[in-house]
């Protein structure tokens, strides 16, 4: 059971990264998949999540129209699109798999995924 990030690392603001989540080991098809991010000091907090069928919601409202999320059921990953980042999306960005329903309260709440990576640290800065 695993879920491996990566695409995090150093980039200028304005610039852009697209993370990737890979899932082995569980039957990824029946899962949703979120997007969380840790800052340094703060609380993990929900910001994208995405259904099994595609259909997804952007869960930070600082992040609309720049990130988009999207999901490779054959491959087993699910993306996230970073566009004209900005020092405060700064943080430890993770994916997590539930079977919560994307656009509920509950399903950005870090307790009660199921699954969870370990994480890639995005940093914005110049």
């Known amino acids: 059971l695993q879920l491996v990030e990566s695409g995090g690392g150093l980039v200028q603001p304005g610039g852009s990264l697209r993370l990737t989540c890979a899932a082995s080991g569980f039957s990824f098809n029946y899962y949703a998949i979120s997007w969380f991010r840790q800052a340094p000091g703060k609380e993990r907090e929900g910001v994208s999540c995405?259904?099994?069928?595609?259909?997804?919601?952007i869960d930070v409202d600082s992040v609309k129209g720049r990130f988009i999320i999207s999901r490779d059921n054959a491959k087993k990953t699910v993306e996230l699109q970073m566009n004209s980042l900005k020092p405060e999306d700064t943080a430890t960005y993770y994916c997590?798999?539930?079977?919560?329903?994307?656009?509920?309260?509950?399903?950005?709440?870090?307790?009660?995924?199921?699954?969870w990576g370990k994480g890639t640290l995005v940093t914005v800065s110049s």
């Open positions: 997590a798999a539930h079977r919560r329903n994307c656009g509920s309260y509950y399903a950005t709440l870090p307790d009660g995924m199921d699954y």
């Open positions: 995405i259904t099994t069928s595609g259909d997804s919601t």
